[in-house]
């Protein structure tokens, strides 16, 4: 038996002559002046059998005009990729459309496979493998990596990770595709038209996670759309009525539960085509910046760096929340002097009654705008640095950690004034010019520091390089080596986060205060069409390639977004309870208002938990799906378990007899 | 291959030859004059082999001294038993303290697992077993009973279902172990003492759902220790400055959140030493009563009745909800009476003022407090009844739909006067006299219609029985027969259902109104702790007993009572808001009362479900062994993946190549 396996395992090496065609698909760029011996290792154990702990890829350096200059491509076999496919857990479709883990024996019965299709896996997919194989290439008896004794490897330790965390490696990214590019951005937005994003395309370029993002802001504008348009009379007539409020409010409420579980529907519908829904977890590694004492762990039972879950506690309790009330404190404060020059400005203006004045009257908010944008981008790096130094295992749990903290901070940083505009100085006319203030300037902040800025910076560096090239080649003819120096100046795109948070606070600001400023939807709704193009520019021209990371559901995001629609009913309730109108429905009492209001209160909260407890998370055909999956996989369990009886029987009755 | 496999498939015939000690574990009774054909096919079905659809089980008819009854004991041999927990998908103790999924080619890495130890199974996990092969044992290309044209049989159909729900099965239970069910009960209630019950053994012997709810009972009465011990100085001094009652509404809310959090927790560390935390959930067949025109699933892709879901959604929306709405309107206006009677007692005793009439006071509470008793018992029937006439395929989904019509209807019957009075009257003192009223009065009532009364019964049925039998022996002395006849009549315990309604009924009276009457928890757990005495006499000594169910948590409960929880929250934030005393700290302005209560309403809120969330729901260590067998399986299918991969390697590689 075991020579058997021998045989199989030397078998591996035919993988590396299937194809000839070399097709590069990730660029690893080492530091300059990385030692010889290093690079040969590093190169031979990316190439190496599976069966001597390689990643058994392939690897070529980069030739340049300036010669060797510590660059590399990888790529790997068509059939190497398929096995990889089967080894991160990827689902495709089958040939009757129903979806199933890929495995390379029943590869003959999934759509469009065929031997010579090389288009079976997009090229994001097979990025996402190389990347999968890279980062699981691991140490085996090397104490060290070869020329630098400083780092440390043990056995089971991320080759990649060590590199990277020691700087041998200054970085790994997947190239461009420029056709497919090319094609994808005249799709998305090369022309103007009116009509859906190519989700499809997207993700099979940028993966499901991005993919997802985009999905999310489409849907959300489009859900917006019903809101601005109601909206927009109230602006045009002016109706200050507040019965016509609460009309607008109450549907706002509703809606806004409607919409988040509608996009638990979508998101499940999408996620299924793409396979993502049904794809297992993979079990964690240790973060990268993870560090500590070498030690067991309890769960794998492997060498790994232990560190003690009290000190992380100790850390978090008695550093970072401190430090976050602190900053809470500190926006605040920022807020109280925000409301002195708002009052200097007013008495400014009363004073001098001119134009100038009355223009001046914006400022303050204004100033304030840009003074709480800039707060929250110190306070992200503040909060990315002390996560980090928190030192959580698991990538998942510093992300939930460093949401956590971003959310709070920004949610009061941005509403913290409109809450005591509201209900503290019940001052309804500068809220509703506060908010608008406060929305348009951050939109505007936003599109221009995300977008607009880099992607001036980069055409500048951009036109720089190629003058430097001193080429007239355009953009197509680019050898592939320009286009590698190229892709690898360019900054790197570090996730949905900011994205995702830009749209929460969005969201805020349209659903918290409603009832006052119903125009905020058109905002919102204006706001999301240029950001869906911008963003879409900031992806292709902008930024290097990402990664592809396969994901099931905007995660946390989802959450965040249900509790800020829990306390906009709140808010919205509070702010009808304090008008005139209302007040003037109950003359006699006030207390009678309250406790209405109270009760009313009660009631939407009720309805909406209701609601979203009866709306199914998944449509109706996507849960006969996956039952149908579901009782397969129960199926051929309790067929494999009949066989293994019937074989133990046999082999182990007569023993039993005895 | 075809060959040997059916060369395996021969020796499951030894398993029959492998034990001669037969040892009963189910009876089955068949009705009277059941045909001699359809008896002949039924038992040949069981005991043949699993290769042709038999379930290969052994099965005896039982002789006394009238001859054969049509009663039937049904044992199997030990090696049958261990394919078939691997077949329900067992999960026992291994030798190195981890649970596993128990496979039989596994057997001898599990603890206390030896060839001759016939109790390594639990004869509750046997029964079990054999009840799951029975109700799988299903038609293959009968068209009907046989002997019974009218009862029609397709391909897959169960065919104890069709026997049962075709009344030629009367009854299929599994039979006590005397000596066992003796040891059992000295050890739960047979002396005096102070300690926790025998969880474990329970489990062994009446399974997972029925040692939960004890397990429950038990939590949930050690956790009302607290508050009642809290409570008894507010009655003892007749505390009623309401500061202090604020204090213990408010220790009572966090505390109750806290409970049930932590019984998660508790729960996950029983069923995971039970096994059943880790038990893979099994397929769900429609369940005994669906009926439909035969159709397509098209989950399975099997032949089965299939009902429109419209049909259903028609009926459930049509018919059931306007009949639980007006169920809803009868209770109300059985309340008004109630109302009326009080107040006509409170007359008279106000006409007459004698002992007599002081008396009288009580009378109208314990009237209505039956009425509710009665209606809550009718209205179950009523629901039972609309609950099947859905025609639910699935017993979960008839579970839930019964759970919710019964939850609303007692829920408002039994506290729909408490509310009135606390919130339309503003009558503390009758609220307090009514809610001991209604508490005590339904604890006793309960107390004597589930345990007392069937037991009084069964008892004078046994000893008749004995009489008839004209016999002097002892219990013990019983021959099989005797014993099978005796259990055959015994009731039949209907589940844990009713148990934990008085449970979550209980825990509403305590936690609703717990400022105004802190003794609540006093009675609550005085009720309990007899209840665990008078639900473990119910289970020894009244039903049959019932087959094991396993199960990981107490399921749609937990949702109940984290419901009333937060309706509790609400409540008792009224009622201390509506206090005079409170009244006297807001002398100016009701208004500042008002938003106070509702501002401090709101934290508690926010502090339940904070805390809901912080609070993992299941320990540490749990969580760390569960990661453990997840990674565990992820790197054995790797494994697996590798191995075959390189099968395929091996032999697919050639093919690929040309």
Chains 1, 2 share one sequence.
Not at 17 to 26: A, G, K, Y
Not at 313 to 334: A, D, E, G, N, T
Not at 383 to 393: D, G, P, Q, Y
Request: hydrophobic share 45%; proline share 3%; aromatic share 14%.
């Amino acid at each position: 038996m075991a020579e058997k396996t021998k045989e199989l395992v030397e078998s591996w090496s035919f993988l590396d002559t299937v194809e000839s065609n070399f097709r590069p698909l990730v660029v690893i760029e080492l530091a300059k002046g990385t030692k010889e011996e290093t690079i040969e290792w590093f190169t031979k154990r990316i190439m190496d059998k599976k069966a001597n702990g390689g990643a058994q890829l392939l690897i070529k350096p980069l030739v340049t005009e300036n010669g060797v200059e510590n660059i590399y491509l990888v790529g790997a076999s068509h059939l190497r990729l398929l096995l990889g496919a089967e080894t991160v857990g990827l689902v495709k479709e089958c040939s009757d459309n129903s979806m199933r883990t890929f495995t390379y024996s029943s590869r003959k019965t999934f759509k469009d496979f065929a031997d010579d299709n090389h288009n079976f896996l997009t090229m994001a997919e097979c990025q996402y493998i190389i990347k999968h194989e890279l980062e699981n290439l691991r140490a085996k008896d090397e104490k060290m990596i070869p020329g630098y004794p400083q780092a440390k490897l043990y056995p089971g330790k991320s080759i990649v990770r060590r590199l990277l965390t020691s700087g041998i490696l200054v970085q790994i990214f997947p190239l461009h595709d420029r056709e497919e590019l090319k094609k994808l951005r005249h799709s998305w937005y090369g022309r103007v038209k009116v009509g859906y994003q190519p989700l499809d395309d997207i993700r099979c370029y940028f993966g499901e996670t991005i993919a997802l993002y985009f999905g999310f802001l489409e849907y959300f504008t489009f859900a917006l759309i019903p809101m601005a348009v109601i909206g927009i009379p109230y602006y045009v007539f002016a109706w200050e009525d507040y019965d016509k409020y609460v009309m607008f409010a109450t549907f706002n409420l509703l809606w806004s539960t409607v919409i988040l579980e509608v996009w638990k529907r979508i998101c499940a519908i999408l996620t299924y085509r793409w396979g993502t829904l049904l794809m297992k977890r993979q079990f964690e590694e240790p973060r990268p910046g993870f560090h500590g004492v070498l030690g067991i762990n309890p769960v794998t039972g492997r060498e790994e760096p232990v560190y003690s879950s009290i000190k992380r506690q100790l850390r978090i309790y008695l550093v970072s929340l401190p430090f976050v009330c602190l900053c809470l404190y500190f926006s605040l404060y920022v807020m109280m002097i925000y409301f002195d020059l708002e009052q200097w400005a007013l008495d400014y203006h009363k004073e001098n009654e001119s134009n100038f004045s009355s223009l001046m009257l914006y400022v303050p908010s204004i100033i304030y705008a840009v003074v709480i944008e800039v707060m929250n981008r110190i306070y992200r790096y503040a909060a990315e640095f002390l996560t980090s130094w928190e030192n959580h295992r698991l990538e998942s749990s510093y992300q939930n950690h460093l949401i956590l903290k971003v959310l709070v901070f920004n949610f009061l940083n941005c509403f913290a004034s409109l809450f005591y505009i509201a209900f503290v100085l019940f001052d309804m006319k500068l809220l509703r010019q506060s908010l608008a203030t406060l929305l348009i300037t951050s939109q505007i902040l936003n599109q221009f520091a995300e977008s607009l800025l880099p992607y001036w910076l980069q055409k500048r560096y951009n036109r720089r390089m190629k003058k430097r090239m001193c080429s007239q080649k355009t953009d197509m003819d680019l050898s592939l080596a320009d286009q590698v120096n190229m892709e690898k100046e360019m900054g790197t795109y570090l996730g949905t986060f900011d994205d995702y948070l830009e749209l929460f606070l969005q969201f805020g600001y349209v659903s918290l205060f409603s009832c006052v400023y119903p125009l905020a939807a058109v905002f919102a709704v204006l706001n999301n069409i240029t950001e869906i193009y911008s963003d879409a520019l900031k992806m292709c021209r902008v930024y290097k390639r990402p990664f592809a990371e396969p994901t099931a559901n905007i995660g946390v995001w989802q959450l965040a977004f249900e509790t800020m629609s829990v306390i906009s009913v709140v808010t919205n309730c509070i702010l009808i309870g304090m008008s005139p109108q209302v007040d003037a429905l109950f003359p006699d009492s006030k207390m009678d208002l309250v406790l209405t209001v109270a009760l009313v209160e009660h009631l939407l909260l009720a309805i909406k938990f209701i609601m979203a407890f009866v709306i199914p998370d998944k449509p109706r055909d996507i849960q006969m799906k996956l039952a149908r999956l579901e009782f397969e996989s129960l199926e051929a369990l309790k067929q494999q378990v009949r066989e293994d009886k019937e074989l133990d029987c046999f082999t182990e009755n007569f023993c039993f007899n005895k």
